[in-house]
């Protein structure tokens, strides 16, 4: 979202943009939402606007599959190294589909976290940007089968292609690498392997009609209908083994997900384990709508443990709720872990980072950090670090 | 036809299996097309290769090329000279409909019809150029966020005039003992950033500072706003775009009594305290502090939101007191304490002070008890209902954003910037924060959000970058967001306007004005392309070069409506080309199945579908019409704000039409489809079939 709006945002201002994507479509982790806080509205909305932008500009140069390897040079004169992935679809592609019907190797949803599968040819999703296929070189056959090259009639494959090397000469960087979510599996107490317990990402996609439920939330375990949620939150934030800092989305996303599942399934019972609901400005009103939601239940405590049942992948949560000073055990359908930011890095060693690994926003001259690679913040607040790193990007003077 | 007129028709992508290709040309052939080309992939290089040689050397007025979605394969057929008009025959005809049936081929043809009646009625927009562009940009309020955004639009080489009401720039940020720590390492209280900003202000000298002054007037628009300033400096600047950066006031503690304030002498606000600690009045500050988070916040009876600064305040508060009274006590009563971010760092640091007291909790009542007060708390983490005795209580207020009406705008709509939910004046602010409802006005700092001082620096760059972008666009001729790009713009045609004011007072972004007669003047450069003017217009006077009236009869005229007996009925459908339109091609991608009953027209939005076209609609004999447009209401997803609520509140007037044709209310539908519920568009089409079923074909098919 933040490296959309900078190019976009850049692009209307008169400059010409280069804009480097490690994925195969735009849009970071926020393409893959459900929906934002606190509007429940779909993020392809704005996004849809965005990509409008970059068609009309006619400023902006994507390379997707894209990372860059090496960054020299100074503010005015950066010499930037870049590696793409071997397009083995190029652009010709019209994404007719026709390669993904014969491709006969399947691979996890990576779109998806890995709920369902693609084959190996696949469209990343269905509001993808660029819109064309890719194939996930790591699976495919290649030229043991190359059914796809037969039927595509566009010649837009090529199986032999190879990974390519750009140098770009720029005058100004923006870092605007974003976040990828805690992994939970590092957090020993609160049984991440079992099926039924999931991040707050992974839910999204869950809840999502692009998701493999198709818009229905179903627990991964046997595809039921969950009935009892409990959302554990700061899972492994605020905590000085994990993350020792707050993410600040994390309370105002799950207390989305609740209202968004209240809705959708009127007699499911949500508790919400916390240490402090940290919702900001007016997204206090999502918090004011679950406490007035009677399905909706908040216990002050941090969780003590969760384990699986022996019988159905049920979960058993014990926890203490601070406010009471009882002990709580309690019986869940499914578990959802409010999992924080991690700061993506894309060039360790070069960057210069906090102690907790975010980017800092004094680079060197010329190159700016902007939203959640540099501190944890919502997709408002990326969006505006965006347009912020976008003037510091055009300064003439430093 | 006397508009030439060249076509290309796509096969590729199953289009050709579907369609048959030449009954497709022999329409385009009828239509006086000036040529009609068949490809079997139009965008391989062989065909766009093809495609430009053939446009070589001809006088055509536009192009027509019928293939995939006008979001596929996007600029690749853009032509400087020419119209070009896409024919979405591969999402919303082949991939949806039943190949090769007759049904399908109909749905083409109609789509090619349509395509060409659309170039045919458009002409190529001319940029829209004003008599005067500045390039100046003129900044509100010289707080921290009024002046980093002068600060940052020098750096980056542009003009800055920069009024302040104040003797001194400032504000706020200025009267702080010190900020909230807000870097490495996050538990020493930093110094305040404003003065280094202050000292920065009297290097640059493209910076032009009007402290003791006020607004009187902005008349005008982007790219040619005429300020007239009041006070210490009086006289007239102009400007290209503007930056609000007027700040805010904290709560009125006037009405937090029942808290104690004015009531108790020791009670006072969390902006009083800081007061006292910027002045060093270190000895007024008794040895026994409470502080009270949320005192006027989170509470519907005084600020509903939360002000995201409070929780720190206290903590950085808590920490001079300790620092300067080592025997000193505090006590902090929370509803839940919000220190986001690596602000966490600093919440442990204070945690570790043993002297500072926190627990959860609600205060009942602040009570005085001789010389000290007595502070009860009802459900805090000690016990069920405490009673703290202390010598000092501050109240944690909350930001009010500062009212706009000052900036004292020459709108006919109003002098202030349209402000949402608490008086913030933004219209979407998650995906595009800095757009007001005033092309070129960008707000930034604590009046759009409750907002920390590295937030409104990082805003006030954010909404600088913004102020640049339009005097650029403006520059060209073009719209800013979100139609960014467009050339287009309304022109009126004056001889037919009867002054009813529906253009002046519903344009979402102000862009008409007034005489006193109530006529409209049209300021272009505000405007963002919207086309809810058209809407609104009971006279046909607005048009744009390539979005008309006349040009969407034409486009409605161009669909074959079989006749009764043929058992088929026609349903047409304006979708809203930002949201509803791209869903439609979502169906198409997952190859759902929608009836060839229905023909969609994009529209700009859903608010700008004028009656006129309805009503052509139906007298041409189609059975029903969907307006498919954003969600309304509190959470609205209208791009232009209010287009969908308008299109509700203009239903009673369309059903006054259907009356006057002796035709069934049932006959206009207006749906709210979310971009990303494309699973529900074959339902909702279907739905509606059954319904127009029920009551029978329109009985003016035929007439």
Known sequence: ??????????????????????????????????????????????????????????????????????IEGVSGDFSVKIKTAPAYINDLCTACGKCAEVCPVERPNAFNYGFGKTKAAYLPHEMTFPFTYVIDGTVCLKEQCGKCVEVCDYNAIDLNAEEETTVLNVERIIIATGWKTFDAKKIKNLCYAAPNVVTNVELERLLAVGGPGEGTLKRPSDHEIPRTIAFVQCAGSRDENYLPYCSAVCCSASLKHALTISER?????????????????????????????????????????ISESDDNHDLEVEAEDILSGRKIKERYDMVVLATGMVPNNPLEGIILTDSEGFLVENQLEGIVTAATCRKPMDVSESVKDATSAAVKSIKTNF | ??????????????????????????????????????????????????????????????????????????????????????????????????????????????????????????????????????????????????????????????VVHLVEKADRPGGYASKLAGQIPYKEPFNRIADPVIFKRIEELGTRKNINLYIKTTIATIKGQPGNFEVTLHGAYNGTIRVGAIVTAMGMKPYDPSALSHLGYGRLPGVLTSVEFEELIATRRYSEIPGRVLFIQCADSRDREHLPYCSNTCCGTTLKQATYIREHNPSAEVYIIYKDIRTPGLQEKFYRAVQGDDAIMMTKGAV?????????????VKDSLIDEQIVIPVDMVVLAVGMVPTATEDLNLQYRQGTGLPELKYRFPDSHFICFPYETRRTGIYAAGTIRAPMDIPSCMADASGAVFKAIQCIEAVKRGEAVHPRSGDLSWPELYMDRCTDCKRCTEECPFGSYDENEKGTPIPNPARCRRCGICIGSCPERVISFKDYSINMMTEVIKAVHIPDEFEEKPRILAFVCENDAYPAFDMAGIKRLSISPYVRIIPVRCI????????????????????????????????????????TEKRGKNLQETLETMMLEPERIKTVFLEINEYDKIPGIINDYLEEIELIGPNPFKGM
């Open chain 2, 607 to 646: 608010g700008s579908v004028n009656k006129v076209w309805i009503s052509d609609a139906l007298s041409l004999g189609f059975d029903g019409i969907l307006q498919i447009g954003c969600k309304p209401g509190e959470d609205y997803q209208c791009h232009y704000i209010h287009g969908s609520e308008l």
């Open chain 1, 1 to 70: 979202m933040a490296g959309i709006t900078a190019a976009v945002e850049l692009a209307e201002a008169g400059r010409e943009v280069v804009l480097v994507e490690k994925e195969a479509c735009l849009g970071g982790n926020v393409v893959r939402m459900n929906s934002y806080f606190p509007k429940f509205c779909p993020p392809n909305c704005g996004l849809e606007i965005n990509y409008r932008r970059i068609r009309s500009s006619r400023r902006i140069r994507i390379l997707t599959q894209s990372t860059v390897e090496h």
């Open chain 2, 1 to 158: 036809m006397d508009r030439k007129i060249g076509i290309f028709i796509c096969s590729g992508c199953d289009i050709g299996k579907s369609i048959d290709i030449s009954r497709l040309k022999a329409v385009a052939e009828k239509h006086g097309a000036a040529f009609c080309r068949e490809h079997p992939a139009l965008c391989s290089k062989n065909g766009t290769d093809f495609y430009y040689s053939e446009l070589e050397n001809k006088e055509l007025h536009g192009v027509v090329i019928a293939a995939c979605s006008p979001r596929s394969k996007a600029g690749m057929f853009d032509h400087d000279r020419l119209l070009t008009e896409r024919v979405n025959l591969r999402e919303q005809v082949s991939w949806v409909m039943e190949p090769g049936h007759q049904d399908t081929q109909s749905a083409a043809e109609d789509y090619l019809r349509m395509g060409i009646a659309r170039v045919a009625g458009s002409a190529r927009p001319v940029p829209f150029r004003d008599s005067y562009h500045s390039s100046e940009i003129l900044v509100v309020g010289a707080g921290i966020t009024g002046l980093t955004a002068a600060l940052e639009a020098d750096s980056a080489g542009y």
């Open chain 2, 364 to 376: 009942t009542g602040v009570n005085p008890n001789g010389n000290q007060i007595d502070v009860e």
């Open chain 1, 265 to 305: 399934c009127t007699d499911a019972q949500i508790s919400i384990y916390y240490i402090d609901l940290r919702v900001s400005g007016r997204n206090e009103d999502l918090l004011v709508k679950a406490e007035n939601n009677k399905n909706i239940r908040f216990i002050k405590g941090k969780i003590g443990r």
